[in-house]
């Protein structure tokens, strides 16, 4: 059932793109994973590919959907299919933060990345990235099926709620901040 309904929205959103000639559809990013093994994580491109423009010059109307729905996500279900990620889990980190970690936050990778986590429901962007890693640090030490569900309900919450908190221009982690 969930298939289906995945399905048809990705088709929709192909459809989407291919009708407003925005390609290429999907990009990927290098990404650190469970044990710091680096994987492609693939998410629908919501900037035009035009590197000599800013990111508000790159904004387009179906990337701004997308980011605002989160459905530019949708594409990291291949990343589970293939598991190279869980539904829930620390969010994957670019992988030029890998050396910035302190020992206590390389924890994060004794578990698979998620496309969601406790840090995205407890305030995602609004939050400093010390605050990120200890409640990705919680999810570590706490997992279980309960928090799980508990995460995805808070996801499913948020998503339909259409609070978002999604700047272009995320501070990056410098190990300090």
Not at 118 to 134: C, D, F, M, P, Y
């Amino acid at each position: 059932m969930v298939a289906l309904l995945v399905s048809w929205l990705i088709i929709v959103i192909v459809l989407a793109y291919t009708l407003t000639l925005q390609f290429p559809i999907l990009f990927s990013q290098q990404r650190l994973g469970k044990d710091g093994k680096v994987f492609h994580m693939w998410k629908f491109r919501t900037l035009s590919v035009d590197d000599t423009k800013t990111l508000q010059e790159r904004r387009f109307s179906l990337g701004d959907l997308l980011r605002k729905t989160n459905l530019d996500e949708l594409p990291q279900l291949w990343n589970v299919l293939k598991g190279e990620m869980s539904l829930v889990g620390p969010r994957p980190l670019p992988l030029e933060y890998d050396d910035l970690f302190s020992s206590e936050q390389r924890k994060r990778f004794l578990v698979k990345p998620g496309v969601t986590g406790w840090a995205q429901v407890n305030g995602r962007h609004s939050i400093t990235w010390k605050e990120k890693l200890e409640l990705d640090q919680y999810y570590v030490q706490n997992i279980s099926f309960v928090l799980d569900i508990r995460i995805i309900f808070k996801t499913a919450r948020l998503l339909l709620s259409f609070k978002k908190d999604r700047s272009l221009e995320e501070e990056k982690f410098n190990g300090t901040n």
